[in-house]
Each structure stands twice: as C-alpha cells, then as structure tokens.
Nanobody
C-alpha cells in the first residue's frame, strides 16, 4: 500500500488543522493506520492510531482530548483532526500502515511494526 500525507501548514496556537492520509493499493480496510510525528534530533513518536475497521482508536497522552483520528475506507483515507494546537505540536507528521495478523492493540504504538509510510507533512504552530 502507498500512503500520501497532506494538510500540514503554519497555524497559530489554539487553531485547528486536519491532516489526511490517502492510501492506494492493497485492501485498505485490513490495515491499521497510525500517525507519528518527529522533530529534528528526536525520535519519531506515536500520536494516534485506528484499526482497520475503525472501531479501535488509541492516542498519545499528549494529544488525548485534542486530536481525533478517523477513517473512510470507501475513500481509502485516514484523517487526523487536531484542535487547540500548541507550539509543542510542531513537527513533521507521518502516517503509517500495516496489516499484521496479531491484535492491533499489541502493536499499534510501535513504529517498527509499520512497513508502509507516507512522506511527512509539516505542521508548525506559532505561539
């Protein structure tokens, strides 16, 4: 499966922004999808994930209550709605997907479990 992330930009603190991840190839509904983010010199960190069916979602504590992940399997897209953005949310955001057999809850937060990655989309939040 090929992934393409989009929607990044420059916003002010408190604003909202929605990122999109468009997939092509494969049976998209069988893939768990996650968003990770990375700033220079730091490890890529987990932000949120959604199971293939969309019924299981997980969020990092730092974004819980502000970010919402959703998917439309008919359109092969996953969205990350980000609200009340903070300067510390500034990062390159990456979507990732995989379709491992084992339970999604066992691997959703580990970046080394995802074989398919989109290019990053940069989000900059000014104070």
């Amino acid at each position: 499966v090929q992934l393409q992330a989009s929607g990044g930009g420059l916003v002010q603190a408190g604003d909202s922004l929605t990122l999109s991840c468009a997939a092509s190839g494969g049976t998209f509904s069988s893939y768990g999808v996650a968003w990770f983010r990375q700033t220079p010199g730091k490890e890529r960190e987990f932000v949120g994930s959604i199971s293939g069916s969309g019924d299981i979602k997980h969020y990092a504590d730092s974004v819980k209550g502000r970010f919402t992940i959703s998917r439309d399997n008919a359109k092969n897209t996953v969205s990350l709605q980000m609200r009340r953005l903070k300067p510390e949310d500034t990062a390159a955001y990456y979507c990732a997907a995989d379709n491992r057999v084992k339970s999604f809850s066992e691997w959703y937060r580990f970046k080394n479990q995802y074989n398919y990655w989109g290019q990053g989309t940069l989000v900059t939040v000014s104070s």
